[in-house]
């Protein structure tokens, strides 16, 4: 069984990145499961807390990461930018250096996101890209998600009612999966 771990970049009770990532674990392929993982309880970094311990929340996202096959990153798109709040999450994980290529060396990470906006986190998907190659990760560009304009996409109570965006992320799911599977123990 591959194992996918999905990371929200909002912290929004009503985040429609949330909402997406609920309904990846429903459309994820059979031979997958996706475990949701939450960048809550994580400080802002702040080096002299980081010289007194790695906190826990962070120690614990971690570990998460390292048991996983692959990582999704559902990002929202903040000034056509990544949102400083999931960056922050990613900064402390790379923490110490000495450990990043245990955490991020070669593991296989996707991107996808939801926006208000008319561009559904183009911009946001593209400026992770950097943070991804300088931690060594083997992002998966073979699909793209944006979900724009995201209030029309979820429901109230944050349920994907778009047809055409359920069939895009289950396809999405699908080439990912087949990815990991593909280049398991590459
Ligand atoms: C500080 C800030 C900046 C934003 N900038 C953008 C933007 O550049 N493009 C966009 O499409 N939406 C932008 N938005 C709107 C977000 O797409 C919207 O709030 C979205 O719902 C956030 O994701 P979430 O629902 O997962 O929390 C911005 C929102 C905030 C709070």
Redesign the pocket.
Known sequence: MTKVLGI???L?R??????LLRAAVRLMPEEATLEIASIRGIPLYDGDVEAQGIPAAVTQLKEAIVAADGVLLVT??????L?GVFKNAIDWLSRPPADVKRVFGGRRFALLG????????V??QAAWLPVLRTLGTQPWFGGRLVV?R??SVFDEAGNLKDSVIEEQLRQFLAGYVAFLRRTAGS
């Not at 009503?14 to 909402?19: E, L, W």
């Not at 929202?76 to 930018?81: I, L, T």
């Open positions: 929200s970049g909002s929004r009503g985040s429609h990145n949330s909402a929202p798109e903040y000034n056509n930018s949102p939801a926006s208000a906006g008319p561009f559904g986190t911009l946001s724009a995201a209030a």
